[in-house]
């Protein structure tokens, strides 16, 4: 569970940037661990997400196996739907293994515009 708050300026687009750089999670194929940086952005609307509770349930994900794209899809899908931001966009960027570095890239909702990634 996702735990919002009211945004403090409904009226004002603004980016509200957020990184995890100790993400984990299970390889589905491996079982071995995998590390990544989950970098969040977003414009809120109506509710902003709680720090707290977004740490909680990426923790979460820590004994989950997913490939990156899927767990990087599903961290955007369940953001989306607490908060409904007007536009949001998770970067899931994964360490090497196998000498390949994966970085995953999601986007919901219209153009950020000025407020690139």
Not at 1 to 28: A, H, K, L, S
Not at 32 to 48: H, K, T
Request: charged share 20%.
């Amino acid at each position: 569970m996702i735990d919002t708050f009211p945004n403090p300026c409904p009226q004002r687009d603004y980016r509200i940037d957020m990184t995890c750089p100790e993400f984990t999670c299970v390889c589905p194929k491996t079982g071995q661990p995998d590390f990544a940086e989950i970098r969040i952005a977003y414009i809120p609307d109506a509710l902003c997400v709680e720090l707290k509770s977004l740490k909680i349930y990426l923790w979460g994900y820590r004994d989950q196996g997913a490939f990156h794209e899927a767990v990087t899809n599903r961290i955007l899908d369940d953001l989306v739907a607490a908060v409904a931001p007007r536009a949001m966009t998770v970067t899931g960027a994964f360490n090497v293994r196998g000498g390949i570095t994966t970085v995953v890239t999601a986007h919901h909702g219209a153009s950020m515009g000025s407020f690139q990634f």
